[in-house]
């Protein structure tokens, strides 16, 4: 979220939405708290649009919401939902990214193919499936050692053509 929000930042961003996950999503959780932290720290406003369902329906339906919100930039929970809202957003005559920058989360393969091609933070999917096995054996060789243990993972921001520059009114 660090990475998203200073690559808004830079492009003269200050007010950014989230469209959030399910509620019970622990990711769709920790990425808001990770969102508010860089938001805060970079002198943002947050407008928080509530939880949706992951798939692209779930971006179709918070899009009007988003352009009511009055935002120029969107952080999406997923690649699936950012492609809906990139959808929707066109179908209402929004044009991305002159007048809204989208960034999705997880570089899935259908990323590169919108159009525009989506801004997306990259996860390694390959990392995440070592760190859940690696938490799996502790768990079953020390129970009550890793009950509350958080990996880290690193990601990657990859900036493609649907962030751009922030209109200024």
């Known amino acids: 979220m660090r990475q998203a929000v200073a690559h808004l930042q830079a492009l003269g961003h200050r007010r950014v939405a989230w469209v959030g996950g399910p509620r019970t999503s622990w990711s769709s959780r920790d990425r808001l708290r990770g969102l508010r932290a860089a938001t805060a720290a970079a002198g943002m406003e947050l407008v928080v649009a509530g939880h949706f369902p992951p798939h692209f329906e779930g971006g179709v339906a918070a899009a009007d919401l988003i352009i009511a919100s009055g935002v120029t930039s969107v952080i999406a929970y997923n690649d699936l939902m950012a492609l ?31 159009a525009p091609a989506l801004t997306t ?43 751009g520059v922030a209109q200024t009114n």
């Open 84 to 114: 809906g809202l990139l959808g929707r957003l066109r179908d209402r005559g929004v044009q991305v990214p002159e007048d809204m920058s989208v960034i999705g989360i997880d570089d899935i393969q259908m990323s590169t193919m919108s």
């Open 121 to 163: 933070v990259s996860l390694s999917k390959a990392q995440a499936g070592r760190a859940a096995v690696d938490l799996l054996i502790s768990l079953l060789e020390q129970p009550e050692g890793v009950r509350n243990a958080r990996r880290e993972l690193p990601t990657q921001l990859l900036v493609r053509a649907s962030t």
